[in-house]
């Protein structure tokens, strides 16, 4: 069975710092890859997705993610945060052998002003 | 923007009592989907549904969980006698195809809460 792991619980980072959240995933064919973010109080907003080509994806408010096959990863980056980044991300796996997806147990980002 | 709208925000209920859950999930889609949160835990899958039926469910959706649409745009889930574990968000997807390639779209969530 699929599976996602996200090994950042809380990662808290100052304004203007760069940002990286791991992401793993166990599923040895072809995978489709997604981050979303949930807003406090908010629904989850998709916030990029692979299916396939270029393996570094640009995303909504400046992020972006790449896609390692060989490391079996999709780590989200952001080059300066911002407070209003403060919210929780989820990387999620949609793969061949199932209709649903599987999610990662999120990391909850704090951006301090 | 067409988005899944899910009611209510927030339940508060008794142990034993039954939920409904409602979700209206976008217009033009086929596909719908459940999943919940537990606090300080992973979105876990419930349950998938399409054409009336019950497509894939999880270990999870027992006896105690049902799904229906009966109206053409609502789509529900119903705990039939809560319990403490059952609290949890819970959040409404839809989809327009089953193509892997097709975006699921999610509602704001229903906070269950159960005494």
């Known amino acids: 069975a699929q599976s996602v792991s996200q090994h950042n619980h809380h990662v808290i980072l100052s304004e203007a710092a760069s940002l990286e959240l791991g992401c793993n995933y166990s599923y040895g064919g072809t995978v489709n890859l997604f981050w979303y973010v949930q807003y406090p109080g908010q629904h989850l907003q998709l916030l990029l997705k692979y299916f396939s080509g270029d393996p570094l994806v640009k995303g909504i408010k400046g992020f972006e993610a790449e896609f390692i096959k060989s490391k079996f990863s999709f780590n989200l980056r952001k080059p300066s945060v911002q407070w209003s980044d403060t919210a929780e991300y989820f990387c999620a796996v949609h793969s061949g052998s199932a209709r649903q997806l599987t999610f990662g147990s999120g990391t909850q980002l704090t951006v301090l002003p | 923007e067409p988005e899944v709208t899910q009611t209510p925000s927030h339940q508060v209920t008794q142990m034993g009592q039954e939920v409904i859950l409602r979700c209206v999930p976008i217009?033009?889609?086929?596909?719908f989907y459940w999943y919940r949160q537990i606090l300080g835990q992973k979105v876990e899958f419930l349950v998938s549904?399409?054409?009336?039926?019950?497509?894939?469910k999880s270990e999870i959706f027992d006896d105690q969980f049902s799904v229906e649409r009966p109206d053409g745009s609502n789509f529900t889930l119903k705990i039939r006698s809560t319990k403490l574990e059952d609290s949890a968000m819970y959040f409404c997807?839809?989809?327009?195809?089953?193509?892997?390639?097709?975006?699921?779209?999610f509602g704001q969530g229903t906070r269950l809460t159960v005494v």
């Open positions: 549904f399409y054409n009336n039926e019950i497509s894939e």
């Open positions: 997807a839809s989809r327009s195809g089953r193509k892997l390639d097709t975006e699921a779209f």
């Open positions: 217009s033009n889609h086929l596909y």
